[in-house]
């Protein structure tokens, strides 16, 4: 098992930053959704504990559900979460998203444990686009 991690920067506050994740408007626009996706469950329970359920309908796959458990919440500073996608592997691994104000924006350091050898490739670059699309939604 391989930890993947990757970093991000942003025009935005590190409050800002880590308030989409947890905001149920705001992440299901970028929280694990894809470009030709419909996203048809964005839930939210944002207390350690709570769960999330991120179903993304996608045109060559079906649903594609993405779920996990929050076990730690400290605005604005950490959020760690445990993850899976049953539908390709029921195993849970756990992501820690880290802000940290710089230079008048936020750096975002995301480090997702314990990620399968096939996953190894792959998990990067979701993330990337993730957090990618979160600079855009953040814009808006």
Not at 115 to 134: C, F, H, N, Y
Request: one cysteine or more; a negative charge.
């Amino acid at each position: 098992m391989d930890d993947i991690v990757v970093r991000h920067r942003y025009d935005a506050t590190p409050e800002q930053v880590f308030d989409a994740w947890l905001d149920p408007k705001m992440a299901p626009r970028f929280a694990f959704a894809t470009p030709t996706g419909q996203m048809i469950v964005a839930e939210i329970d944002p207390r350690v504990g709570g769960r999330f359920n991120f179903t993304d309908r996608r045109p060559d796959m079906g649903d594609v559900a993405h779920v996990g458990e929050y076990e730690v919440i400290e605005r604005p500073h950490r959020l760690v979460f445990t993850f899976a996608v049953p539908q390709f592997d029921p195993t849970y691994t756990r992501v820690t998203l880290v802000f940290e104000a710089v230079d008048g924006g936020c750096e975002l350091t995301l480090t997702h444990e314990g990620v399968a050898p096939e996953w190894r490739d792959s998990t990067p670059q979701g993330w990337g686009m993730i957090l990618d699309k979160l600079r855009v939604v953040l814009s808006t």
